[in-house]
């Protein structure tokens, strides 16, 4: 439809208003982020906030990135997060796998395991999880984080690939069976490609709830060089206390490397939550 | 070729036997190692003694709990119905062509993407009662008397935070409603508009039903997530003021990890997973009776 036709009648312009409307309503908390983050904060103390900034400033972000300790925490997050994303991938692929293209004792029990698993509340796990990794040596360094992440989100993605995997036709697999393939390499050769949608879809998913976490980058780590964002933003607002303009600028240069995924694999992303939750 | 067969057999085992056995001693040993912490007085450095039920019945007394449990009894009341709604009405709106539309999706799935901690922070500033933008606002519209200490009233602070919960997440649910709707067959909303009826009517009576199967899943997702609400709540205000907006998860934090009633924390844990597990099974249920139609 035009524009033009659209616009046409009376109440469907009001009800496109109303929609304008209440679009602007939901970006106003970014839009209250950037203008603190862009002028001082003595500006907006003595001032107000609906006042003429005096001066537009750039340097909240730098202190934030440097002060501030953004410098180093966002490198973190990329630290824990790529290899988690990795790991879970690999590894729920393969589990997806046998639980798409195979019968055997079990199956649908391992699969509602994973299914289960993911649904959990975080608390139930705390405890036993930071006993496990201080067992193992790996508390407050950045692989008992990953071994967690890596572990946990197996139960989300085992569910989606294996979803996906199952509505792949089971002659070209067969095919290849019969030319004496052997199973490892009908999974990496023939099951992996075919299920790069959903695998690109996952990861996508993935790397924003790992980036994002904030409740195990507390209870797995202590040292404040090893933060990852999250865990590195609740440091710095009790640094800058009443400093909202570095606060909110810190918050602002966390969530890049997030909206940068979701601006340009938006479509994975929609994509991923679709499969999570339909078939 | 006897050997052969056995490998065959052998060969989902083989493709399982990592991932599972990870997923068994991080994700399903330890929920119930926390059944079994729960009965016990740990303090998280001396060995745990078995106390029986103690936890527990210390639990039903403590009045924070209550005002937790209270809590999270709220955010599910809300996440169940507002964001469904809203959700749903934006996914009906914008399923159609209209000008712009993409623009206005992206406008409600950027929430989405943010880290719970920055929406958090955000958001706390613009409740911040003395320079924030919503006091700034109401000021400056004359509405003076409206200004609140939106995060230090009592009864305020909760559903101050659980407004932030919402606003991050009606664009998923648009997102599950906007899938279900292109699944949709066009040809029974036709044929509801050649019998008469009009655009309500085909809604209530055709649409709404067709969607049933994406509402329930919706519902049960969002209890567990109220059910999981920690990120808010700590970093806007810890449980405070007098935990007035104390949920579970931070309930369970803060005696488990900040005073280092580990046992005690470990008993809330596994109020909140008895809850969850209702919905979880009922999750589970919808998808195994998906799996049989197969």
Known sequence: ?279 | MVRTKSLTRMTPYLFLIVPLIIYLIWVIGPTFYTFYLSLTDWDGLTTPNFINWRNYQKLLKDPVFHVSLKNNLRWIACFITIPVVIGLALAMILNRDIPGAKLIKASFYSPMVLALVVSGLMWGWMYNPAHGLINGTLRLVGLDALAQGWLSDKDLVMWAIIVVGIWQRVGYVMVLYLAGLQSIDPRLVDASKVDGANSWQTFRHVIFPLLGPVTVIVVVVSIIDSLRAFDLVSIMTRGGPYNSSSVLANFMYIEAFNNYKMGYGAAIAVILFLISSVFIFIYLWRILQTEMEY
């Open chain 1, 1 to 279: 439809m035009t524009a033009k036709k659209f616009f046409s009648s009376p109440w469907r312009t009001l009800g496109y208003l109303i929609l304008a409307m209440v679009t602007l309503l939901w970006l106003v908390p970014l839009f209250s982020a950037v203008v603190t983050a862009t002028r001082t904060n003595d500006d907006i103390l003595t001032q107000g906030f609906w006042s003429l900034p005096r001066q537009l400033v750039l340097s909240n972000f730098k202190e934030a990135w440097e002060r501030g300790g953004l410098s180093r925490y966002l490198p973190n997050s990329f630290i824990i997060t790529l290899p988690s994303l990795t790991l879970t991938l690999f590894l729920s692929s393969l589990s997806a796998y046998a639980l798409a293209r195979f019968r055997f004792r079990g199956n649908r029990l391992i699969f509602f395991l994973y299914i289960g698993g993911m649904m959990l509340p975080f608390q139930v796990l705390l405890l036993p999880v930071f006993r496990l990794t201080d067992a193992l040596g790996l508390y407050d360094t950045y692989w008992g984080l990953i071994a967690f992440h890596t572990a946990f989100q197996l139960g989300f993605c085992t569910f989606l690939l294996r979803n996906y995997m199952r509505t792949v036709p089971g002659e070209i697999l067969e095919a290849a069976r019969i030319d004496g393939c052997s199973e490892f390499r009908i999974w990496w050769q023939i099951m992996m490609p075919l299920t790069l949608p959903a695998i690109a879809a996952v990861a996508t998913l993935e790397f924003t709830w790992i980036f994002n976490d904030y409740l195990w980058s507390i209870i797995l780590l202590r040292s404040d060089n090893l933060k990852p964002v999250t865990a590195g933003l609740a440091a710095l607002q009790g640094q800058y206390i009443m400093d909202w303009s570095v606060i909110t600028a810190g918050a602002l240069l966390a969530t890049v490397p997030t909206v940068l995924v979701f601006i340009f694999l938006q479509r994975y992303f929609i994509e991923g939550l679709t499969l999570g939750a339909t078939k």
